[in-house]
């Protein structure tokens, strides 16, 4: 087990995948959060995914408080077999508050979803309460392909 200064095997990946001159979207998620459902229920994620083939998407199955990946709801809902789409999870399955993790790559995650977007290593936008609105996801998105040079 990674102590609390060496960041775990999963994190470390999430670390190089971001590094990409290609924008990432990390999105933490849980298949009991009905915010997380909501998005899948309504096809955003599938049909997203399919129309960004430029973007890297990796989702984090956490806080998942069993042993449900939640792979099985993601393909039911048409998530999964997008080449630009990566599931991985999260070692920490708590639950409970006090117990569940609570930052990731020195991050903090303290609602599901939460969604990230990056573009060559550097943050460009933390969506960090509750259920996208994928029109706004779009944006982001656009805007992180800008340069930014200052």
């Not at 933490?28 to 998005?39: D, G, I, T, V, Y």
């Not at 993790?101 to 573009?119: A, C, H, N, Y």
Request: include cysteine; aromatic fraction near 12%.
């Amino acid at each position: 087990m990674a102590s609390a200064a060496e960041p775990l095997p999963i994190e470390q990946q999430v670390a190089a995948a971001v590094k990409s001159p290609r924008i990432t979207v990390v999105h933490f998620w849980a298949p009991w959060c009905s915010n997380c459902k909501a998005e899948l229920a309504k096809n955003g994620w599938s049909t997203f995914i399919e129309i960004n083939a430029d973007v890297d998407f990796i989702f984090i199955t956490t806080w998942r408080g069993d042993a449900d990946d939640g792979r099985a709801l993601l393909e039911k809902n048409g998530v999964g077999p997008q080449k630009n789409f990566q599931l991985l999870v999260h070692p920490n399955a708590a639950r409970k508050r006090g117990e569940r993790m609570s930052e990731f790559m020195q991050l903090p995650v303290t609602w599901l979803p939460t969604t990230w977007i990056f573009k060559d290593g550097e943050l460009r936008y933390a969506l960090n309460y509750g259920e996208l609105r994928f029109p706004l996801l779009q944006q982001l998105i656009r805007d992180s392909s800008d340069k930014w040079d200052h």
